[in-house]
């Protein structure tokens, strides 16, 4: 619904604003079907995405400390991920989530200030960030069955220590299973 953009105080034209919440809604899609960091995502570039059988299939990311990991994305978002670029003319090289065609993307202060607005706006009052999108992720992995050591790879831990914060969704949810017996 166009009534609920975000108001714009640059004076841009109402489809000028919509390819933008468009960008929006995709990345931050892409931040909960990935479990990318949003500087990851930020520097995605068309170069980085595989495709297969007309849909994107995974991304390859370059984390902290230059390691690549190719990340798979879910069937359903690979389609409409593919149908958001076909609307795009970017280069191989352009960045996915550019500003403007051949020009750099927004910081990450701009997209985590878009998407407390468009959270006010909402009248959701839970802070959500970008990296809470990650942490999310995350959760549904092992909500879903995945192992520490999967979820580990997918999210670009060195450490499986730093991915052990996400055991106690397990405990609670076993605690609860318990419950109800």
Sequence with gaps: RI????????GQRIEHII????????????LLNSGIRITEALALKFSDL???DDKVKSIQVIGKGDKQRQIPLPENFGKVFNSWLKQ???????FL???????KPPTAHAVRAYLHKVMRKAGIG?????????????TKLLSSGAQLIDIQALL???????TQI??????ERLASVVAEL
Excluded at 97 to 103: L, R
Aim: hydrophobic residues 30%.
């Design 3 to 10: 009534d609920d953009i975000p108001e714009n105080i640059f």
């Design 19 to 30: 390819v933008i919440r468009k960008r929006y809604e995709l990345l931050f899609g892409l």
């Design 50 to 52: 595989r495709f297969l």
């Design 88 to 94: 795009k003319t970017g280069d191989y090289n352009h």
């Design 97 to 103: 989530f550019e500003k403007e065609e051949g020009s």
């Design 126 to 138: 839970k802070k959500v960030t970008p990296h809470k999108m990650r942490h999310t992720y995350a």
């Design 156 to 162: 670009g831990h060195v450490n499986l220590a730093t």
């Design 166 to 171: 996400y055991a106690h969704v397990t405990e």
